[in-house]
């Protein structure tokens, strides 16, 4: 596996279900990050990891509860969730945190909530 | 706070024609400015960026941007697009601190 990964792909979970997303990334990078990409919405950055501490909570609704368990892995943790919580979820990493490095995107985890 | 703005939501072209993004930023300090592109059912791509320099940038596939800071723009062009251009493009732009702001994205059509 090169680059970025997420699994699973496609997600459908009902409002009381409790699923995780899952991101690893093999470049060897120390920052990592959850986007949300909505429907007619800008990307919207949700948490920042840098050498495996949350760096921003972007106002996130703890409903969503991520971890980052060493610097090459990310998941997202998803409960009650609502309806307008459907959308793709992306996963980047970049060589550190700072605003010079380019972040890689994995291929995102389609999630539809009924 | 961070705004970008991406002019035009869709931008049907046709094949071999040339292209332009529109990217506008709020900002008034020195930023970072980035075009992504999605490919369908994928994540983003990396385009090209500017960090500091030339103010023309240029990235791969054919694309290139150029900087204006004081009309603080960052428009994408390409001057022959392909039907493998379809795509959605993102700009971005960060400032000192770590987070990446994102236009609401132009989607480009090619057609034959």
């Known amino acids: 596996e090169t680059g970025v990964t997420q699994t699973p792909r496609h997600l459908v979970m009902g409002m009381t279900n409790k699923k995780s997303l899952k991101c690893e990334q093999h470049l060897g990078h120390n920052a990592m990050y959850w986007y949300k990409q909505s429907a007619k919405k800008p990307l919207e950055l949700m948490f920042v990891?840098?050498?495996?501490?949350?760096?921003e909570n972007n106002s996130v609704p703890s409903r969503f509860s991520p971890e980052c368990p060493n610097s090459s892995h990310l998941f997202l943790h998803l409960h009650t969730l609502q309806p307008e919580d459907s959308a793709l979820y992306l996963c980047?990493?970049?060589?550190?945190?700072?605003?010079?490095?380019?972040?890689?995107f994995g291929p995102g985890t389609r999630l539809t909530v009924t | 706070a961070q705004s970008v703005t991406q002019l035009d939501s869709q931008v049907p072209v046709f094949e071999e024609a040339p292209v332009e993004l529109r990217c506008n930023y709020s900002s008034s300090v020195s930023v970072y400015l980035f075009w992504y592109v999605q490919y369908p059912n994928q994540g983003l791509q990396l385009l090209l960026k500017?960090?500091?320099?030339?103010?023309l940038v240029k990235g791969i596939n054919g694309f290139e941007a150029e900087f204006n800071k004081s009309q603080t723009s960052f428009h994408l062009r390409k001057p022959s697009v392909h039907i493998s251009d379809t795509a959605e493009y993102f700009c971005?732009?960060?400032?000192?601190?770590?987070?990446?702001?994102f236009g609401g994205g132009t989607r480009v059509l090619v057609k034959p």
């Open positions: 971005a732009v960060k400032d000192a601190g770590n987070k990446l702001t």
């Open positions: 500017y960090l500091s320099g030339s103010t």
């Open positions: 980047a990493s970049s060589p550190d945190s700072g605003p010079y490095y380019e972040q890689y």
């Open positions: 990891y840098s050498l495996e501490e949350r760096v």
